[in-house]
């Protein structure tokens, strides 16, 4: 039964790589997991969607009414940005780079259109990022109840 | 064997995430870390900011200031000036102290996530030791953990070689300790449900598959 998991999770992760949802940073952050600390990228995750929420709802404020302040957005979007790498959360980033650049050009119907792919990307990424630690967790049935 | 000192790191970040990252990479090279959101509370920490601090830089004495270039309110450069132009009451006290216990000398190293080379420039010309690319992997750490230790103390490469021994033996005792217990309490379900017991290798975490170099 933990075979079966631990492959589905396996497998999970290879295709969230080679479809471009994760970059190879995902994998380093694994790496610093160990017995000890085994929900590390969990974690870190999480907290990731927690803080970004915060970006994500003062971008979209604004982009709703001019006049529109481009060092700012692009200063929002940079920070984002930089949470989204850490995490390795490449779709994202790349959505969050063209933002940056229809900020450079000042463009506004731009930035707007492709905030709605960068939240796209950032909704699917955590749907599936949940899946696959729900598939971690499974494995961990024994460890949960015993200890 | 004596016992090998850690470094303490002074990690300097105003990402939350980040600051998560960068303390379990400070951890895994074993190096104590305090890890502050801003400029200005890095200040306060090292008894700069003009108040009396709590936390008074002799009692936790600071080996490295990792610091986030970008920053609202005090950038990482601000900060670095901050630092390497600092006089404190402490230096005029100083008589056969160590070069390493005056703030100015703490080895500083900016992170960011762009690389711009002006910017790298200007904190290597205001005396950043390093400058490190976001996201900071842990070959970075180690590497700058280990330039750390040859700087300091007398009898550098038994300190280094110790931390080191230290340091991976402490890991592997970790691990083996959360294995073995996460063992026993398999082996007890099994004794109760009488099924076949498991194979230890299936007991290995997905993080075991891929060690790092």
Known sequence: ?147 | MEMAQELHVLAVDDSHVDRKVIERLLKISCCKVTAVESGTRALQYLGLDGEKSSMGIDGLKVNLILTDYSMPGMTGYELLKKIKSSLTVNDAFILVEQESSVLSKIPVVIMSSEKILPRIDRCLEEGAEEFLLKPVKLSDVKRLRDFILRGEGDDNKETEKNIKQVCSRKRKFQDDLATQSMLSAVVTVHDIELSSPESSESQQPLSKQSKIG
């Open chain 1, 1 to 147: 039964m933990e075979n079966q998991k631990k492959r589905q999770a396996a497998y999970m992760k290879r295709s969230l790589l080679d479809q471009g949802y994760l970059d190879e940073q995902f994998i380093h952050l694994e790496e610093l997991q160990d017995d000890a600390n085994p929900n590390f990228v969990e974690e870190v995750v999480k907290s990731y969607y927690t803080d970004s929420a915060r970006y994500v709802r003062n971008i979209e404020l604004a982009l709703e009414n001019g006049p529109y302040d481009f060092a700012r957005l692009d200063n929002m979007m940079y920070q984002f940005k930089g949470s989204s790498s850490s995490i390795g959360a490449r779709r994202v980033k790349r959505q969050c780079s063209q933002f940056q650049e229809y900020c450079n050009a000042k463009n506004i119907e731009g930035c707007r259109n492709i905030f709605q792919e960068v939240k796209q990307e950032y909704d699917t990424l955590k749907t599936k990022l949940e899946t696959y630690f729900q598939l971690l967790q499974q494995k961990c049935y024994y460890r949960e109840h015993m200890i």
